[in-house]
């Protein structure tokens, strides 16, 4: 058995491992960034469609 060949390999593929996680970890800290701003625009888009029911409202009692 040529162990120095095994090692090598090991090595060979425990980097290529460390590779594909390092990207895996931007690209979920990408997307993480991304849920954060959709969350915001959701949150923003709430409290106008809130405040435009509110002023359809007042208006609907004021022609009444």
Same mark, same amino acid.
């Given at each position: 058995?040529?162990?120095?060949?095994?090692?090598?390999?090991?090595?060979?593929?425990?980097? =290529? /491992?460390?590779? /594909?996680?390092? =990207?895996?970890?931007?690209?979920?800290?990408?997307?993480?960034?991304?849920?954060? /701003?959709?969350?915001?625009?959701?949150?923003?888009?709430?409290?106008? /469609?809130?405040?435009?029911?509110?002023?359809?409202?007042?208006? =609907?009692?004021?022609?009444?």
């Amino acid at each position: 058995v040529d162990y120095n060949s095994i090692h090598c390999t090991h090595i060979a593929a425990t980097q =290529e /491992i460390d590779k /594909i996680q390092q =990207e895996e970890k931007t690209k979920l800290a990408a997307a993480e960034g991304e849920i954060v /701003i959709l969350k915001n625009k959701v949150t923003s888009l709430e409290t106008t /469609i809130t405040d435009l029911i509110s002023r359809v409202s007042a208006l =609907e009692t004021n022609n009444t």
